[in-house]
């Protein structure tokens, strides 16, 4: 995954947020408008109602915008701009109350300074720090602008430092309630709290998009791990590898083994040449490795021109038995119908079902995935049995027990080199 990626991730990110963004403001714009509009004067009423209808017709325009071929970067801080403009426009220019003749300077003392925090929860949503950061700043200077221009109009003009150092409650009182009284600096410290809110909220967003980086290049690298490790040993135990820092933890469990041999591999060897062959074995272990992986096996190794699989580890199978016996099936039929860098082959296969003792094993550095036990013995002597008793599939009864099918028949008893007592095998029939 290129960097470009993470940029495309970022910015569906940041599409999806404006969108859902979006649909908050425009609820809540709807709920303020409809509140403002009973609580207040009647007279009132329309103008709230038309203002909440302007803002929803710009979020909707800004929506509809949202991740097309008209979309840019700028765009949305050209919206939030627009919000802030008509938000600082509005308590510039209205009256503070219609009703009443309240000078200007009145609106100030309203809780109208939340609206602006709206419009921030909006930006916050779009996980652009940048933009955050836009509102605030040009948030705090909307809010200011106001304030100076009513400011500017006024002809009597108290502050705070017109406030006696020592006053008393009626002096207090006096001058905080006269309708001169602008509190320049609680304005300029309302704007700096507001920008300082911004940049905390942006420094969150920009160390969530860190760590959401962080985690995407994390699963790049172990992806890329993982495609690189399959390629020597089978995928499934190239992830369970990775997840457990490199090794496999040793497992005891019943399971199936399936060894696959191709016939006359030493004439191949000696018609085609070692170049010819190898090319041919690439083609013949891609196909055997989907046929096994498709029966939920695990092709463990390559040795020579066999073929190792497990069913039942790494990977659980509570069916081992039932995907092991179909998946020599299937082989046997791929070999049939198929060729492989031009080959016709022929394969034999053993299979056989016992506990087994499976995990990784090596020194140095180097390890390797490998399974002991007596079903890995007995499938390869079942696999070899099959060239004198003229059988392309030989199977243990063990492998059978459970089975409900009638698709094989005995053999007989058979003695096998490194196996104790003599075992009842079986083979397909057709």
């Given at each position: 995954m290129k960097s470009k990626n993470f940029s495309q991730l970022f910015d569906q990110?940041?599409?999806?947020?404006?969108?859902l963004a979006i649909k908050g403001r425009i609820a809540a714009v709807l709920l303020?408008?409809?509140?403002?509009?009973?609580?207040?004067?009647?007279?009132?009423?329309?103008?709230?109602?038309?203002?909440?209808?302007?803002f929803i017709a710009l979020g909707l325009i800004h929506y509809a915008i949202i991740g097309t071929a008209k979309d840019r970067r700028w765009v949305k801080y050209v919206f939030i701009t627009i919000d802030i403009a008509v938000l600082t426009a509005a308590v510039a220019l209205l009256p503070a109350d219609s009703g009443v003749a309240l000078p200007d300077i009145m609106v100030f003392r309203f809780d109208i300074f939340k609206f602006y925090f709206l419009i921030l929860a909006v930006a916050a949503f779009s996980f652009s720090p940048w933009l955050v950061l836009w509102t605030g700043i040009v948030g705090a200077i909307g809010w200011l602008a106001a304030f100076f221009y009513i400011r500017s109009g006024m002809e009597q003009v108290l502050d705070w430092r017109d406030m006696p150092r020592n006053p008393t409650a009626e002096q207090f009182l006096e001058i905080f309630?006269?309708?001169?009284?602008?509190?320049?600096?609680?304005?300029?410290?309302e704007a700096i709290i507001f920008v300082v809110f911004a940049a905390l909220i942006a420094i969150v967003t920009q160390r969530a998009r860190q760590?959401?980086?962080?985690?995407?290049e994390a699963?790049?690298?172990?992806a890329s791990i993982s495609q690189l490790f399959g390629?020597?040993?089978p995928q499934s135990i190239a992830n369970a590898m990775i997840q457990q820092e490199g090794t496999l933890e040793p497992v005891s469990r019943e399971a199936t083994v399936l060894i696959a041999d191709v016939a006359n591999f030493t004439a191949l060897t000696e018609?085609?040449?070692?170049?010819?062959v190898v090319d041919v074995f690439n083609d013949y272990f891609e196909s055997a490795s989907e046929v096994i992986s498709a029966n939920n096996g695990v092709v463990t190794q390559f040795i020579g021109d066999a073929v190792f699989a497990t069913f039942n580890v790494p990977v659980e199978d509570p069916y081992h038995r039932q995907n092991g016996v179909k998946a020599a099936k299937d082989l046997v039929r791929l070999a049939r119908s198929g060729t492989f860098g031009g080959e016709h082959l022929s394969v034999r296969v053993g299979v056989s079902t016992g506990p087994v003792v499976a995990g990784n094993v090596g020194g140095r550095g180097r390890t390797t995935y490998t399974v002991y036990g007596e079903p890995v013995n007995m499938a390869s002597r079942l696999e070899e049995l099959n060239k004198s008793l003229g059988t392309d599939i030989l199977i243990s009864k063990r492998t059978l027990e459970g089975l409900k099918t009638?698709?094989?028949?005995?053999?007989?008893?058979?003695?096998l080199q490194g196996i104790k007592m003599p075992q009842q095998v079986y083979t397909v029939t057709g």
């Open positions: 990110a940041e599409q999806a947020g404006l969108r303020i408008a409809t509140f403002l509009a009973i609580s207040r004067p009647p007279a009132r009423a329309p103008e709230f109602l038309l203002a909440g209808l302007f309630f006269n309708p001169a009284f602008v509190a320049t600096g609680t304005r300029v410290q760590t959401v980086r962080q985690q995407l699963e790049r690298n172990i390629r020597f040993v018609n085609k040449g070692a170049r010819a009638q698709d094989f028949i005995a053999v007989g008893e058979v003695s």
